[in-house]
């Protein structure tokens, strides 16, 4: 009688601790955590876990703690769309993710198949929300807006300059190279070269002699920093002085680290610096003493959380697809990178592109600097 009883109790306990466990609340964070854009992964990384973090250690979300799960898609599509399907899996009900617009897109279908809310710190191409699929959103803005600030200062600064269009093919890449030359076009300044290069090559040497032999006094680039940089760093040893212009896909610190000294008065768009809100300070300061930089999408990714709370908190329900029809009430939403209020395709709906100058710093490193 004694063990029976002592199985009951056990079977209890196991039962109450099944239960515990089931009261967590899993958001799933995706993103390239290795691979060459692993830089904007680890920003992805941070900003989710310090928002969850904070969550619960305010009692969590809706009664519930939140648990992260993570998904490294190495900014590969096909990846993506396993990471999207195994997060459905595990029964995830939010994602923030992924970075890259092309990683986005395919996983974006998964999600939006299965009923999970999907928030994407850092994908840019307008595809991702114009499908219209209902639990797809962003934090940040879209490149044909980016791309209409870059055209338009093109236009204003360097109407007269010769002007050479480069990308990395890729949906967001290649994406943000045609949404500036169709803006500046139209303003009346024809680009002297226009070429694509493949994502991941290493050797510049026939671009960099292209550029050099069209006279370009100025290279736009669509693509991020890791052949940004590289192409920059070849293109002031082969004696190209050129100023280049890229997206917010080169705004990390290693687009200088691979650039070197020439990477000094390079433009770039990208909204204005999050980091400098009063509303960020206080979360700063938590980065600060785990020793990590928020750059960029750090504090977007943060934001993304917050929004999934505040939206999930106002109508008392951790269902995504009830989230993402709050989302879309156009309410509106305090934030690290300031108030955040949604359209009907799951866009931001404030535009605020700016154009900043790489810049060195008194310590001697190079940086970005709001214009």
């Known amino acids: 009688m004694r063990l029976v009883k002592l199985a009951g109790a056990l079977l209890a306990t196991l039962a109450l601790a ?30 989710a876990e310090q928002a969850v973090q904070d969550i619960n250690a305010a009692g969590g979300l809706n009664g519930q703690q939140v648990e992260l799960v993570f998904g490294d898609d190495a900014a590969d599509p096909k990846q993506g769309r396993s990471v999207a399907n195994t997060f459905v899996g595990e029964g995830v009900s939010f994602v923030v993710g992924h970075f890259n617009s092309g990683v986005s897109e395919p996983a974006s279908d998964v999600y939006a198949e299965n009923g999970l809310l999907m928030i994407t710190p850092g994908s840019t191409n307008p595809k991702i929300t114009e499908r219209g699929l209902a639990t797809v959103f962003r934090t940040c803005g879209r490149d044909d807006q980016q791309g209409k600030v870059a055209g338009e200062y093109i236009a204003q600064h360097f109407k007269d300059k010769k002007i050479a269009i480069t990308h990395d093919k890729t949906t967001y890449g290649k994406g943000l190279a045609d949404e500036t030359k169709k803006v500046m076009n139209a303003l009346g300044v024809t680009e002297v070269l226009y070429e694509g290069i493949n994502a991941g090559e290493r050797d510049f040497s026939a671009l960099v002699s292209k550029i050099k032999a069209s006279g370009a006094d100025v290279v736009y680039w669509g693509g991020v920093h890791t052949e940004g940089g590289s192409i920059l760093r070849q293109m ?136």
């Open 18 to 47: 099944s239960c515990g466990a089931e009261q967590k609340l899993k958001i799933g964070v995706a993103g390239p955590f290795t691979g060459k854009d692993a830089v904007f992964g680890a920003q992805l990384r941070n900003g």
């Open 236 to 371: 002031r040893s082969a004696g190209v002085n050129a100023v280049m212009m890229g997206g917010d896909g080169i705004a990390t610190d290693e687009f200088a680290a691979l650039g070197g000294p020439g990477t000094e008065g390079t433009l770039m768009t990208f909204g204005p610096d999050p980091q400098k809100r009063p509303e960020a300070q206080a979360v700063i300061e938590k980065f600060a003493a785990r020793k990590f930089k928020p750059e960029a999408y750090t504090l977007y990714s943060y934001a993304a959380v917050q929004v999934i709370a505040e939206a999930a908190k106002a109508i008392n329900s951790v269902d995504p697809v009830k989230v993402a029809a709050e989302l879309h009430t156009g309410k509106t939403y305090k934030t690290v990178i300031g108030d955040l209020s949604f359209d009907a395709k799951g866009d931001v709906t404030r535009i605020d592109y700016v154009m900043y100058t790489w810049k060195a710093q008194p310590d001697g490193t190079i940086t970005y600097v709001q214009n």
